[in-house]
């Protein structure tokens, strides 16, 4: 039982971290549990393409219509076949719609793409984002057929919920999405969560949504090598600033940075992409793990600076896959800079079209 004086222990999963307040008649507890990150990579939705009962009653005419002319034509072996036909069919098609989940009412069908970072609408037309926070509720309604005496699912319908709309997607079979379906709230707000502007989480740089940050984040990153505030928080060994590039990283720095891309669930900003670009930055190939890790968080920036660090240190693109991917949920200056930065030489001088040290 929790009580108003239990200590809130943190679940011991691989994952982020969710906050919340338990408001108890002793008083409110503070609830920590570490969520898993998101499984699915790309779920493909489309809409309805039309009314399947609507195509088989005018099948069915027209195959009637066809049979009464060659009927009256004398061939009546050819219009009782298309009448048998035009029977199948509309069956068929009937059977086809009892197996699709119904759309909840209110819905508006739309083409959409759920990624680890949100759901891209109507991608390929007017692309639009929503990012986990905007998510409210997600649901996930299947039909079932049974094949070879196993249940299979045939069809499942995916409906979103945002604070002024309802939307709504098809897709054949089964989609991986109970992860998304467990953990919504916990996504929504890590994804939330400013970005810190030093190792310990605790000065916030930005978010990444109002405006750009890839900018002030080499900087943060290029400041803290420059002053012995950041060569302490890092243990860097002496040496200067001109001669930081020279310097790999000691075992005690490699631990600074692990700590600060497990992300301390407390503090009141995310050092996570202040320290990729670090680890990026001092060739930390250790770290690559780590890196890995973060390419699938619900945080877009996070997943962003996690892949572009992972590459920039060797990482396989099949495995860290690439900026194009989160994209959509970034500003395309932060696409870019990203970009030159993982193709930069191995320097500390981090800021764009910065002289090398």
């Given amino acids: 039982m929790v009580g108003a ?17 338990l408001d108890l008649s002793s008083g ?6 570490k969520l898993p990150p998101p499984d699915f990579r790309y779920v493909w939705l489309h809409p309805e393409p039309g009314s399947t009962g609507a195509l088989a009653a005018a099948g069915t005419a027209g195959l009637a219509g066809a049979s009464a002319a060659v009927w009256s034509a004398g061939s009546h072996a050819l219009s009782l076949g298309l009448i048998a036909m035009g029977s199948a069919l509309g069956l068929l098609a009937l059977v086809r719609a009892e197996h699709r989940p119904p759309i909840q009412r209110g819905a508006r069908e739309v083409t959409m793409a759920i990624v680890p970072w949100g759901i891209v609408v109507d991608p390929d037309t007017e692309p639009r984002v929503l990012r986990w926070p905007a998510v409210k509720q997600v649901n996930v309604d299947v039909s079932h057929t049974m094949r070879g005496g196993t249940p299979a699912v045939v069809s499942s319908v995916v409906t979103v919920h945002t604070e002024r709309e309802v939307l709504a997607g098809r897709a054949a ?39 750009p940050i890839a900018v002030a984040l080499l900087q943060a990153a290029d400041g803290i090598c420059a002053t012995s505030r950041g060569d302490a928080q890092l243990a860097l060994p002496g040496g200067g600033y001109r001669t930081a590039a020279a310097r790999a990283a000691a075992p005690e720095t490699i631990a600074v940075l692990r700590s600060a891309l497990s992300w301390s669930y407390d503090c009141p900003a995310d050092p996570r992409p202040l320290a990729a670009i670090l680890a990026g930055a001092f060739g930390a190939v250790e770290l690559v793990p ?65 002289q090398a040290c």
């Avoid at 004086?5 to 307040?21: E, I, L, T």
């Fill in 5 to 21: 004086g239990a200590p809130a222990h943190p679940v011991a999963r691989g994952g982020a971290w969710w906050r919340g307040s």
């Fill in 28 to 33: 409110v507890v503070t609830v920590l549990r």
């Fill in 173 to 211: 079979g089964a989609v991986d999405l109970e992860r998304l379906l467990a953990n919504l709230e916990g996504y929504a707000q890590e994804a939330s969560r400013p970005v810190a502007a030093d190792v310990e989480g605790l000065t916030v740089l930005g978010d990444g949504v109002t405006e």
């Fill in 290 to 354: 780590e890196l890995l890790r973060l390419a699938s968080s619900p945080h877009p920036v996070v997943a962003a600076f996690g892949k572009a660090a992972a590459l920039r240190l060797g990482a396989p693109p099949n495995r860290a896959g690439s900026l194009d991917e989160v994209a959509a949920f970034l500003f395309e200056e932060d696409v870019e800079i990203g970009k030159r930065w993982i193709a930069s030489g191995p320097t500390l001088c981090l800021r764009p079209r910065a």
